[in-house]
C-alpha cells in the first residue's frame, strides 16, 4: 500500500489529538510529536485483544511522562501505562492507570499492582512495548523486551474501550508508533496480586451532593463496593464536574461501648461523621515533596467510641484535583 506524502510527515494526520500542547516535529531520523498536556492522542483504528503496541519516547526534562494509551473509548475513558526517567538519587517509574470521568486515578491506585522501578535516563530514546491481553498488560522497557517485562492486571478496565495510542507530560517526545497482533513468547510473570488491608469497609451508599450540610435520604443513592485495593473508586461513578458526593457505611459494634480507631485515607477533601458526630475534617492533595495525595489507609488514625449496635458512618467527599477522588477506611480494634 503507498504511503502518502502527509503520513509521512506527520503520521498522526488522521489521530484524534486531544492534547493542547501536540507538536509534530521533523528530526533527523524522521518526524515525532511533542507532549506535554496529559491529554490522549488517539489512533483511528480500533484493536482486538491480544494485540502489542510498540513506541520510542524522549525525555526532554527529568519530570516528564509518556506512555501508551489502550482500551480507550474516548478522551474521558482510557487506560494507560507511562514512564518516567530517573530523579535525583531515584530509579525512574513505570506506572499503570486509568482515566475514569475526566481524572486519572493514580492517587487511588498505586504500589505494587500498579507500579514498578525502572531506570530510565532523559534525554535519550527509550524503546516502550505493551502486549494488552482482555484480563493484564506485559510491559517491556528498553530494546530487550524478553527480559525486562512487567506484568500488570487491567484492574482499572471499565467498558468495551478498543482505542489505542499514545500519552505525554511535561515536554516529550513519542516517534515510530505501530501495533500488531503477534504476540510476545509466553512468559513466567503473572500480574501480582494486592495484599488488601485488614477489617476494610467494604459496603458503602453514595449519592450526588450539593451545597446542602445533610444528605437526603432518598432514591439518588446507590450501592458501591470498594475495588480489589479496599478504595471506594468516585472516578468510577462521577465526573468530576459532580465536584463533591456523600458516601455512607455502618459498623456493627459488639454489644458494648468501644473504643477504636477508623483508619482513614482519602483524596481531595473530606469531612466525616460518626453518629451524626464530626470526627475529622481534612484536605489531601498533590503538593511535592511533603504531600502526594496518593490514598492510604494508615495516612490518618482517628480515635472514636462507637456503641453496642449499629453505628453509622457519613462523609462528604469533594474534589480538587483531576489524580484520583474517593476514600479507603478501616477499624482498628486495637
Same mark, same amino acid.
Request: charged fraction near 20%.
Given at each position: 500500500?503507498?504511503?502518502?506524502?502527509?503520513?509521512?510527515?506527520?503520521?498522526?494526520?488522521?489521530?484524534?489529538?486531544?492534547?493542547?500542547?501536540?507538536?509534530?516535529?521533523?528530526?533527523?531520523?524522521?518526524?515525532?510529536?511533542?507532549?506535554?498536556?496529559?491529554?490522549?492522542?488517539?489512533?483511528?483504528?480500533?484493536?482486538?485483544?491480544?494485540?502489542?503496541?510498540?513506541?520510542?519516547?524522549?525525555?526532554?526534562?527529568?519530570?516528564?511522562?509518556?506512555?501508551?494509551?489502550?482500551?480507550?473509548?474516548?478522551?474521558?475513558?482510557?487506560?494507560?501505562?507511562?514512564?518516567?526517567?530517573?530523579?535525583?538519587?531515584?530509579?525512574?517509574?513505570?506506572?499503570?492507570?486509568?482515566?475514569?470521568?475526566?481524572?486519572?486515578?493514580?492517587?487511588?491506585?498505586?504500589?505494587?499492582?500498579?507500579?514498578?522501578?525502572?531506570?530510565?535516563?532523559?534525554?535519550? $530514546?527509550?524503546?516502550? /512495548? @505493551?502486549? &494488552?491481553?482482555?484480563? *493484564?498488560?506485559?510491559? %517491556?522497557?528498553?530494546?530487550?523486551?524478553? =527480559? #525486562?517485562?512487567?506484568?500488570?492486571?487491567?484492574?482499572?478496565?471499565?467498558?468495551?474501550?478498543?482505542?489505542?495510542?499514545? $500519552?505525554?507530560?511535561? /515536554? @516529550?517526545? &513519542?516517534?515510530?508508533? *505501530?501495533?500488531?497482533? %503477534?504476540?510476545?513468547?509466553?512468559?513466567? =510473570? #503473572?500480574?501480582?496480586?494486592?495484599?488488601?488491608?485488614?477489617?476494610?469497609?467494604?459496603?458503602?451508599?453514595?449519592?450526588?451532593?450539593?451545597?446542602? /450540610?445533610?444528605?437526603?435520604?432518598?432514591?439518588?443513592?446507590?450501592?458501591?463496593?470498594?475495588?480489589?485495593?479496599?478504595?471506594?473508586?468516585?472516578?468510577?461513578?462521577?465526573?468530576?464536574?459532580?465536584?463533591?458526593?456523600?458516601?455512607?457505611?455502618?459498623?456493627?459494634?459488639?454489644?458494648?461501648?468501644?473504643?477504636?480507631?477508623?483508619?482513614?485515607?482519602?483524596?481531595?477533601?473530606?469531612?466525616?461523621?460518626?453518629?451524626?458526630?464530626?470526627?475529622?475534617?481534612?484536605?489531601?492533595?498533590?503538593?511535592?515533596?511533603?504531600?502526594?495525595?496518593?490514598?492510604?489507609?494508615?495516612?490518618?488514625?482517628?480515635?472514636?467510641?462507637?456503641?453496642?449496635?449499629?453505628?453509622?458512618?457519613?462523609?462528604?467527599?469533594?474534589?480538587?484535583?483531576?489524580?484520583?477522588?474517593?476514600?479507603?477506611?478501616?477499624?482498628?480494634?486495637?
Amino acid at each position: 500500500m503507498a504511503v502518502s506524502d502527509e503520513s509521512r510527515e506527520n503520521p498522526w494526520s488522521k489521530w484524534q489529538v486531544f492534547d493542547p500542547v501536540a507538536e509534530v516535529l521533523k528530526t533527523g531520523s524522521g518526524p515525532a510529536i511533542r507532549l506535554g498536556g496529559g491529554r490522549p492522542v488517539i489512533a483511528p483504528e480500533a484493536l482486538v485483544t491480544p494485540y502489542q503496541v510498540d513506541c520510542e519516547v524522549f525525555f526532554e526534562e527529568a519530570g516528564g511522562f509518556a506512555g501508551v494509551v489502550f482500551g480507550a473509548v474516548d478522551q474521558d475513558a482510557y487506560e494507560v501505562v507511562y514512564l518516567c526517567p530517573n530523579g535525583a538519587n531515584q530509579l525512574g517509574g513505570l506506572q499503570y492507570d486509568a482515566a475514569m470521568g475526566g481524572s486519572m486515578t493514580w492517587q487511588l491506585f498505586h504500589g505494587r499492582p500498579y507500579q514498578a522501578e525502572v531506570h530510565i535516563v532523559a534525554n535519550t $530514546w527509550v524503546k516502550l /512495548s @505493551v502486549r &494488552v491481553y482482555s484480563g *493484564h498488560i506485559a510491559v %517491556a522497557v528498553g530494546k530487550d523486551t524478553d =527480559s #525486562h517485562v512487567h506484568v500488570f492486571r487491567r484492574t482499572l478496565a471499565k467498558g468495551p474501550g478498543s482505542g489505542v495510542g499514545i $500519552w505525554g507530560f511535561r /515536554s @516529550v517526545l &513519542v516517534r515510530n508508533v *505501530h501495533w500488531s497482533g %503477534a504476540p510476545w513468547r509466553s512468559f513466567a =510473570s #503473572h500480574p501480582k496480586a494486592f495484599d488488601r488491608p485488614e477489617h476494610v469497609l467494604e459496603s458503602w451508599q453514595c449519592a450526588p451532593a450539593g451545597t446542602e /450540610s445533610k444528605p437526603k435520604d432518598d432514591e439518588s443513592w446507590r450501592a458501591v463496593r470498594v475495588e480489589e485495593n479496599g478504595v471506594v473508586n468516585l472516578n468510577a461513578l462521577y465526573p468530576l464536574s459532580q465536584q463533591s458526593v456523600w458516601v455512607r457505611t455502618q459498623i456493627a459494634g459488639r454489644g458494648r461501648e468501644e473504643d477504636i480507631h477508623l483508619m482513614l485515607g482519602f483524596s481531595d477533601q473530606i469531612k466525616l461523621w460518626l453518629n451524626h458526630q464530626l470526627v475529622f475534617e481534612g484536605q489531601w492533595l498533590f503538593k511535592p515533596p511533603g504531600e502526594d495525595g496518593r490514598v492510604r489507609v494508615d495516612s490518618q488514625r482517628i480515635p472514636v467510641r462507637i456503641g453496642p449496635g449499629l453505628n453509622t458512618i457519613l462523609a462528604k467527599i469533594s474534589v480538587q484535583e483531576s489524580f484520583g477522588w474517593g476514600l479507603i477506611m478501616a477499624v482498628d480494634w486495637t
